[in-house]
Nanobody
Framework: QVQLVESGGGLVQPGGSLRLSCAASGRLFEIHAMGWYRQAPGKQRELVAIITNIGITNYADSVKGRFTISRDSAKNTVFLQMNTLKPGDTAVYYC??????????WGQGTQDAVSS
């Protein structure tokens, strides 16, 4: 079993910041990448940011320059620093872990809301 525990979501005003964390544990094979997806009401789930085991990152165009993904490989933890948040960033954010089998594991999701 693999567990992904997310934290850091919440309600913030436009222009504010949030920092998400996701810690992976359990019977993990070698991790290839960790990242974040999000799903807004009525929309499809979309990739927000991903980071590989050698530090290569990829971001959705909508968050470039505002969000930063990082990881602590020793602790199997991934972070998402979200700055200059907009109402359009309101969504449920899901952590993902991809191992080298390959297999993808999903977190339970954390709700982030950006509203004045």
């Amino acid at each position: 079993q693999v567990q992904l525990v997310e934290s850091g979501g919440g309600l913030v005003q436009p222009g504010g910041s949030l920092r998400l964390s996701c810690a992976a544990s359990g019977r993990l094979f070698e991790i290839h990448a960790m990242g974040w997806y999000r799903q807004a009401p009525g929309k499809q789930r979309e990739l927000v940011a991903i980071i590989t085991n050698i530090g290569i990152t990829n971001y959705a165009d909508s968050v470039k320059g505002r969000f930063t993904i990082s990881r602590d490989s020793a602790k199997n933890t991934v972070f998402l620093q979200m700055n200059t948040l907009k109402p359009g960033d309101t969504a449920v954010y899901y952590c993902i872990v991809q191992d080298t089998i390959p297999k993808t594991y999903w977190g339970q999701g954390t709700q982030d809301a950006v509203s004045s």
